[in-house]
């Protein structure tokens, strides 16, 4: 019963935390002019702060203090991380000041990607890397030697970054769906006993749930560059810290888990891409061609939008918990079936939705 109260501890504390920094955090985007703008391409009507990114990351925070006066198992595990800990928050304090900057004064994208890599560089250095890789056909994982490990630590780190930078796009969306996702990651961790990773997730939880309170549709303040890149490089490293290099026996989980649990942002973040390549565009140009502007194109206002992506986030969730329980082989085969199953859903929504672009057009 301690572990379960200081995990609803940091749980709450961090949502507290974020709920009533962010209105600070709405006060310093108008002092900053960190303002977004309303848009052809943008999805809201009027002028609204964006710097919402400094209050989940400072809510984030906030339990962490408490775990060094709680005497109790839990904090104890806690303290035995600190160098870990401590690299994971220079690097979520490194994005957030280039958020922070992006929010403020523009950044461009190359040079955006660059720091990104620089970041996620230094966190392998700190040791949050992939150290291996399960083979579902062999009992021992796939080591990954460290000019091997670099690149891929490295890859993940900004590739889903970016994934949730890439998904913010309507109010709540991704603070919503960072929810779902690291209290999935919190059940994983907490089943197979990772103290320090469920403390971790149910942190960034906790500060996402307070922040919606103030982002959910209509939304009085953004998350921002800011806010989207730092939740992102904390989900990357707590995945990298968790289902990459943790599992039965000597092996970590096959990449079908770390896919299945962060697949929403990533399928959204491949398919845009391959559409602006398909159009000659560059990959870094903005466009309206994202999951969620598909769900609201096709009459759903933002609420429903947001919430329909919920569920999706929420089943890959569940997906990657019982995945967990699963041996390598079995994870295989349940991520083909659903892969198929997913496939077919969405060949099934493609085809909705040129129905009704067609039918528009003929009555046009």
Not at 24 to 33: C, V
Not at 70 to 89: G, M
Not at 237 to 246: A, D, L, P, T, W
Request: hydrophobic share 55%; net charge positive.
């Amino acid at each position: 019963m301690t572990s379960y109260k200081t995990y609803i501890f940091v749980l709450i504390v961090s949502a507290i935390g974020s709920f009533w920094l962010t209105p600070l955090a709405a006060r310093l985007a108008f002092r900053l002019g960190a303002m977004d703008l309303p848009n052809a391409r943008k999805v809201h009507s009027r002028p609204t702060p964006r710097l919402g990114g400094v209050a989940v990351v400072l809510g984030f925070c906030v339990p962490w203090a408490g775990l060094y006066l709680l005497q109790n198992p839990v904090a104890a595990t806690f303290q035995n991380y600190e160098k870990l800990f401590a690299a994971l928050v220079g690097g979520v304090f490194a994005m957030l000041a280039l958020g922070i900057y992006d929010d403020c004064k523009g950044a461009d994208a190359s040079k955006k990607f660059l720091a990104q890599v620089i970041i996620a560089t230094g966190l392998w250095l700190a040791d949050i890397r992939i150290h291996s890789i399960d083979n579902p056909w062999a009992l021992k994982a796939i080591e990954l030697p460290d000019w091997l490990s670099l690149p891929v630590t490295v890859l993940w780190i900004v590739g889903v970054t970016n994934a949730i930078n890439l998904l913010d796009g309507i109010d709540g969306l991704v603070a919503g769906v960072t929810v779902c996702i690291a209290l999935s990651l919190a059940v994983i961790n907490a089943i197979s006993g990772n103290v320090f990773v469920t403390l971790l997730t149910l942190a960034l939880a906790g500060a996402c749930i307070g922040f919606l309170g103030h982002n959910h549709a209509p939304a009085n303040i953004f998350l921002g560059d800011s806010g989207s890149l730092s939740i992102g490089m904390v989900l990357a490293c707590i995945g990298v810290v968790s289902v990459f290099n943790q599992g039965s026996g000597s092996a970590g989980p096959v990449l079908t888990v770390p896919m299945i649990l962060f697949s929403l942002p990533l399928f959204d973040t491949l398919r845009v891409m391959v559409m602006r390549m398909a159009r000659g565009v560059s990959i870094f140009q903005a466009d309206r061609n994202h999951v969620h502007h598909r769900l609201l194109d096709l009459g759903l206002n933002h609420r429903q939008a947001a919430w329909a992506l919920y569920g999706v986030a929420g089943s890959t969730g569940l997906l990657a918990i019982v995945l967990s329980l699963l041996d390598s082989v079995q994870q295989v085969v349940v991520s083909a079936v659903f892969g198929l199953v997913a496939t077919g859903l969405y060949v099934a929504w493609r085809n909705r939705a040129r129905k009704l672009e067609a039918g528009e057009t003929a009555k046009a």
